[in-house]
């Protein structure tokens, strides 16, 4: 069996070592969008019961075992990515995988001790990418406390431009405004690209009109996402306080990054033990230890006064409960990290406000540079969001010269429908494209769209 060269054509052979809840999100996502899978995990009955749904091949074994790797056809791979729960198997299995195979490979690696180390490893194991679902959500719950009146900020361009989603209450001044009276009035600089209304998308047109109670989606430069927002009477400065429930990898990693910009944070942790090592590894933090779920407790350490909370115990239940109450009792800024998707409807009927997804936000990372592997020499897969469930798809692609789109005014491009250009980075510039700006050869170039499984700039057009 010859490995075929034409990968792009054909999908890729991926094979995913751990079916937990990261592995069967990257199996669904992965299979979806036609790659050859096959799946490595301990239990037989887990590797049953995915093969039952998806169409992907299984082997009940050891990841990092030469003869089960040989089995699921290491040999013929172009990708391994291992996302068992521990940070050594998944080193192993990337390690062995680099020395019997030619594939790329990818580890999920959760430990504070090995994150201040990524680089170095991913240099001496020859790895692609180590992702670290933990850091990342907290990353991610952090850009929202530096911008607490938005619901979701996604950084594009190495950080120059966001996207930036936000609800749209009563007596807001964009309420009834036509998309493109908001250009003349409020911001030239910016992209209204995405919006939802009564479950509905919609990629706006110049004419489409805002009403209140619309979840909106746009696009920036960093400066001028906030002097729009300012511009609306939105608050742009960070919060001051912040109250975490839990005190696992996730709040270690959040609390270091709010107190280096200086908000104060305090720790709520049921394990006296865990408690001990933060206050150790976090000095400037208070550690509280309690149950963070005791609402005499919450009351008495400030729940009614702090400026957000955010809970992040293993439990989504608990994290979904805390929320409400915390809406209920205080005016604080709320973001809920939910481990599970099986309930996403229901939770967007609870209007929870930032809801944070760990699993999506790896296999995100994950999927971005599967699809620049399988893309052709003309542009490359930089970033890759999901908008609004899956639905929507933000895509930052960097284009090669002698890509189709280039030297060419966009408004005489054959775009596809449902699609927007929504900025144009161009060596560090961002630029909110009009019908007569041209996408350059080695421009980075954001895509929003309700199309899928875009691999390469070309595939904008019909």
Known sequence: MKKSSSSAARGLHIIIVGCGKVGVTLVEQL??????????????????????????????GNGAS????????????DLLISVTESDELNLLCCTVAKRVGECAAIA???????????????????LVMIINPELEAANEAARILCLPTVLEVNPFAHGQAELIKFKLEEGNPLTDKSIASIGKTYAKDILICAIERLGQIYIPSGNFELKAGDYISFVASRSDARAFLKNLGLATHHVKNTMIIGGG????????QLLGIGIDVKIIEADKERCEALSILLPKAIII?????????????????????VPLTGIDEENV???????????????????????????????????????????EAIIAYVRAK?????????????LFDSRVEAIEFKVASGSPVTNTPIMELNLKNNLLIAFINRNGKIIIPSGNDKIMANDTVMIVTTHTGFNDIKDILK
Request: proline share 1%; net charge neutral; hydrophobic share 35%.
């Open 289 to 309: 230890n309690g149950d963070g779920t005791d609402a005499d407790l919450l009351k008495e350490e400030g729940i009614e006064t702090v400026e957000s909370f």
């Open 31 to 60: 299979s979806k969008e036609g790659h050859d899978i096959t799946i490595i995990d301990k239990s037989h009955k887990t590797i049953q019961a995915i093969t039952n749904i998806y169409d992907v091949m299984g082997v009940v």
């Open 66 to 77: 030469y003869s089960i790797l040989m089995e699921a056809g290491i040999e013929y791979a």
């Open 374 to 386: 399988r893309a052709s020499l003309g542009s490359n897969v930089e970033t890759l969001y999901h």
């Open 321 to 363: 409960m805390l929320t409400l109450h915390a809406k209920q009792v205080s005016k604080a800024k709320v973001i809920t990290k939910i481990n599970r998707i099986n309930f996403r409807e229901v939770l967007n009927n609870l209007d929870l406000g930032s809801v944070i997804y760990p699993k999506y936000i790896t296999s």
């Open 249 to 256: 990898k996730a709040a270690f990693y959040l609390a270091k």
């Open 108 to 126: 999920r690696v959760r430990t504070p001790d090995y994150s201040v180390e990524t680089n170095y490893l991913r240099e001496k194991l020859g």
